[in-house]
């Protein structure tokens, strides 16, 4: 970390601080300029709070220079984790299609669709049981009942399921669901975030509606640090001031992301558009970023779907988008 | 709602859309222009999903006509709610003082700081528990022990405490507290807003960091529609691209939130700026601005906070504001 | 344009609203509900302010049903424009290559760089004259003596250049260039939108820092409506939280322009991220969002150019990247 | 400007870097860590390209330590500018109220209003005479036409007049004229900022719709630096995604300009809102937050007003409202 004085600031102040900073156990390193000087903290700058510092009256400015991520830091694991579901693996350059409708519904429908995606070239199921929704009064998930469908659909069709959970307490439910997803809306619920890092299972981690990079990685961090290393970032579209669009797809965070950790990156094109002819031109464009994989709405009857119906593709657009994506895949 | 179909849509297709929405238990009124349908749709359209609508090839646009929010709407219970915090009142011409530094650290400094703001003219008291940090390295909070040390603060004092819950199977530990807080991260952990709900404690709830003022309004309806009404709504400013401030305090959601509910708003200006020195003109705006009351940071020792101490006033700081407060509020 | 009246609306106050709505000369289709009245305004609507309409205390909403654009609007001009710039064609599935440094710096630079773009693959040069810099102690560009420069690139290679018009009293200068360029600040001056339409010449059009999509059509709008219909439109990145990339690229907003309207749509991923290393992943991102051409900085030495020489590409990059767009359009 | 270097860089590259930076003419002081080294660079530094140094392969991280506005920067002018407009001051203690209509309509109305506003207390008359509307469709203003009505209500009133000039070719129109707007779609029309800097007459200066406190004080510097130091800077709302309001009304920016600049902070509530209702209390808010003016659309019609009528008070509720600003202004 380094702390830079203003001009002219008088020993004795300069002094108090440089004591104060040795007394929460860092080294030091003073540089003296013609009127400038320039402190560099070294030791375990992680607990040291910038913005305080910065507010002092005798500092200029105050820039970290390491980054505090750790577990997911590319630079201290320069290998791309790979992230296994069952025989499906993610990142390093294999790549998960993962499909399926926004709610679970009905034992029939998920297990249609299930068979529908498998047979466009999923390989992965995705459907929500426990459902985020900003209204009280609109439809919540089949909850318990949904998850049972899932599971159904997954015997039938032996693909993996990626649901989401919104509440620890529900954790047993999730036994035989293979990837849990943590939605937009909870990416900062860190103490749902350190109990999931406990389980071991793959983590699906969904950025938040309005969270940088680095808050992403944070939070991957969070369930790291607990000691589950099956971690997968996803993009998903973030809030700007678009008005055709629902969110702003920042596919910018493809790259950034694989520059900034070895985790696996997908990307939502459904959530991120809310239009279904959005999703194909933005699912094409966010493989030729070079993300680990793609998380799409699919429904078979989309115009009678209990939520998100808008923006869900059907069976044979999602079949024909496969083959184009198998088609970038192969260029880049 | 209103659905505004195409021009010149085949009358097969619209009288699909119409035995549809019929078949849905709605009625569709039909006005037929021009070269132009508009479809006026009455009864239960809350459960209506207007982007799906939106989305058929034979509609132009839709527009939801009545408001989805309705515990905490203006409309339906014109006065004002005051919430009761033992002796204290917010809402209704009642302003709330809530003071204290942002955590906890150990019982003389918050008992201290507790003497401190009392004297100051607070009349309740925060100060934080459990912590979200956005860092899993970050100092997280006393938890338990820290509630402990805030109870004794509530005893020597009398001032009625605020602190923030995260985390639902905890709420055993928060009998004594006054009001729970749901902090920015967690305004959409939607489990957690309905178990508050059936606590009957008052609630602050704390607009999330990109949330519209609708959400928000939203979020109480969960508290409100699974059964209490005791919601002070919090703005603390909002994510932009802001360079020298950490947030945008959003003043304007004042005027706008009391005019489109009866829930008390409380105004956060320490979070919202990040920075000590900001926070005493952005609390008379505030208060200018008509809101019920105001949380702010207030240390005894901001350069050794353990977190946020940027941000925090010194209790004379403090006692020169809340002198200057109290004039704006007898000028408006 | 549709106004939905209050529930239960004096009806003296609603006659006089259609009174003074027939008075602006438009037609008022009355639809009277159960509660509620709509009126469907019939006419020349773009004269009428919805805002205003929408303030009226008699009013619940407004929507309009009309889009507000009209030359560029697809509705109106089903088939792709095709932007010609000598034998380069723009739009219509023909692909723009345009590249060259940020900006002109001496002659053998601008020469040497169109010869190396040119073997690379690109079809028309770019590289700024005037240069609009936040700051007035930066450099400004060469101005006249970089249009010079730029024409001997041309000469030497045939490649139609590219390049940023700031102020309209300097047109004159730019009668050898090919395609005006209206940069990102400027894309609400409107009277250099106005003016630029008088000339007949195609003009790139940078979208906003902050702006819709509405409004950059909108812009588009001022340049075909005095008479110029050669608008390329450029998505370049928007402003957001954004916290590794400089900006935001929206690849959205192309298949969303495409929908919208006819004209072609480029990509520039150089001021959108502002990292060289990101540029390639975004510009095949960008391609398989079915862009029509991107424009990307290049520098022979990009350790040494006088501006944004961070988001520049070396010109065997270029060469590289050409290949990988290539593959990626034969695919799409 | 201080310079990171990553670690354990080659010697040979570190000195390469070194001699680069020594070869601008800078000063290049080195503080040799453990395993880190730091550049501090002294000497002219507003030339550096921080960017590109920033994308260096052996460097970590660079940071300016010196601001790069000067003319503006209260570190280099500690007293309050105070600009005078004839009699009336701006600044340093003195409050401006501007009022009047969006639009001037007809000599009529603009003089009517005119005595209105002075009678409620105003001390300064604005009307747009050149409107920047987002659509070549909309209503343009009066031009010339609306300067001569503006000309006969300051005749009338002896009210100095506010208008928004465009087009630097229009200049010789405003010769009467006593303070010149430059609007928000401008604020980075930077050849127009030079041209005003070169007449000496006060330049209201609006903050664009998302820019930074940077931006806007650069842009301040723009003018300043071409000779003309009477600049009033003005916050009008930023763009985020607001559902209810127009804009943003960001009064954080009143404190943290005055913190940086010396210049006068006026603010404009009628825009930031675009509702009328919601003018009063930011009005309030915007003087408790210490702000040096007021900018506030009145209309002695809002129901016919030609353009932004929503927003606009009546001249009784624009009277009320002074009065309330006064006793604010005694309180602070």
């Keep these: 970390m380094i702390v830079v004085l203003k001009n002219n600031v008088e020993e004795e102040k300069r002094n108090q601080l440089i004591d104060w900073l040795k007394g929460m156990g860092l080294g030091v390193h003073i540089s003296t300029g013609e009127s400038q000087t320039v402190l560099g903290l070294i030791g375990d700058t992680g607990k040291v709070d910038a913005e305080l510092i910065d507010s002092l009256e ?48 009905n034992e029939e429908q998920i297990v249609g669709i299930a068979r529908d995606v498998k047979a466009a070239g999923a390989n992965m199921l995705r459907g929500g049981a426990f459902k985020p929704r900003t209204s009280p009064y609109d439809f919540q998930g089949l909850k318990a009942t949904g998850l049972e469908f899932l599971k159904a659909a997954k015997q039938e069709t032996g693909l993996p399921i990626v649901t989401e959970i919104m509440n620890i307490n529900d954790l047993s439910l999730f036994d035989d669901v293979d990837v849990l997803q943590v939605g937009t809306r909870n990416m ?143 260029v880049i």
Tied chains: 1, 2, 3, 4.
């Design 58 to 105: 005798i500092v200029e400015s105050v820039k970290r220079v390491s980054e505090t991520f750790k577990c997911c830091n590319r630079k201290f694991h320069p290998e791309d984790t790979v992230v296994e579901v069952g025989d499906v693996k993610i990142g390093g350059g294999n790549f998960a299609m993962i499909a399926g409708p926004c709610s679970v519904e």
């Design 188 to 330: 900062q619920n860190f103490d749902l975030l350190k109990e999931l890092g406990q389980t071991g299972k793959p983590i699906l981690l969904k950025r938040g509606l309005a969270n940088t990079l680095k808050e992403l990685l944070m939070s991957a961090e969070y369930i790291m640090a607990s000691g589950n290393e099956n971690v997968i970032l996803c993009e998903r579209g973030i809030r700007t001031y678009s008005d055709y669009l629902r969110n702003t797809l920042d596919l910018g965070a493809v790259p950034m992301l694989h520059e900034l950790s070895h985790l696996p990156v997908i990307v939502d094109p459904s959530h991120a558009t809310g239009i279904a002819r959005v999703v194909p031109p933005m699912a094409m464009a966010a493989t030729a970023a070079g993300c680990d994989g793609l998380i799409i709405e699919v429904h078979n009857d989309p115009a009678h779907a209990l939520c998100d119906g808008a923006q869900s593709l059907k069976p044979d657009e999602y079949a024909a988008l496969v083959k184009k994506i198998k088609a970038v895949r192969e």
